[in-house]
Each structure stands twice: as structure tokens, then as C-alpha cells.
């Protein structure tokens, strides 16, 4: 009975770690303004594999952690990019950043190397 119970912890012990093995947390450059910019860039990641996203204002850094057999980081540029805000890899489509509210309307002048 107590092998048992032993085996069952160390059986335990690795499932739990192949599950947060596939977890990765990445800091990515968003750029906006305010807490309407802050509410849509974390709610555009709402997804399946995606665990919690974070944008920081003052910092225009987005942390997001993610499940990598889910979803990837250009995925997930690509979701933001989707809804007004340029990022490391993707620069919004100019009909969806100019929808954006006043306030969120940022300079577009950080540095992007596609163009979603």
C-alpha cells in the first residue's frame, strides 16, 4: 500500500510537469495609451491556449502566458495586431487602427516588420 501511494506521487509529480513544461511566458511591445487600449489588447486574448495576458500602459509591454502546442507568439501578435495595435512583428491594418477611439490613437512610429 505505501509503494503504491509513492508511485502515485511520483506519477503525480511528472504529469504535472509535462503539463507546465508546454507553458511558456513571453514580454511582447504593444503600442497604445490608455485602459481602453489595456482592456481590448487583453481581451482580444481571450483564446484557447492562451493562459493570461497583461499589458502594462506605462511600459507598452504585454506579458501573456500560453500553452506552445496551442498557440504561438506570432499567433498571438497577429490577435493583437487584429484589433488596432501594432506590435514587435505586426503593424495593424490602417481601416482597423483608425476605428480606434481618440484616446488609443498612439504613435505609429515603432518599429514593425510585417504588416498584418
Request: contains cysteine; aromatic residues 6%; positive net charge.
Amino acid at each position: 500500500m505505501k509503494s503504491l501511494r509513492i508511485l502515485s506521487v511520483v506519477a503525480l509529480t511528472f504529469l504535472s510537469s509535462a503539463v507546465f513544461a508546454q507553458s511558456k511566458t513571453d514580454k511582447i511591445k504593444v503600442l497604445g495609451n490608455c485602459g481602453t487600449c489595456k482592456h481590448k489588447i487583453e481581451t482580444s486574448l481571450k483564446v484557447p491556449g492562451v493562459s493570461s495576458a497583461e499589458w502594462d500602459k506605462a511600459a507598452k509591454v504585454l506579458t501573456v502566458t500560453y500553452d506552445e502546442a496551442k498557440i504561438n507568439n506570432k499567433q498571438i501578435q497577429k490577435k493583437v495586431a487584429a484589433v488596432g495595435y501594432d506590435t514587435e512583428l505586426f503593424k495593424a491594418k490602417d481601416k482597423v487602427y483608425n476605428k480606434l477611439h481618440n484616446c488609443c490613437k498612439y504613435d505609429r512610429t515603432g518599429k514593425t516588420s510585417e504588416t498584418h
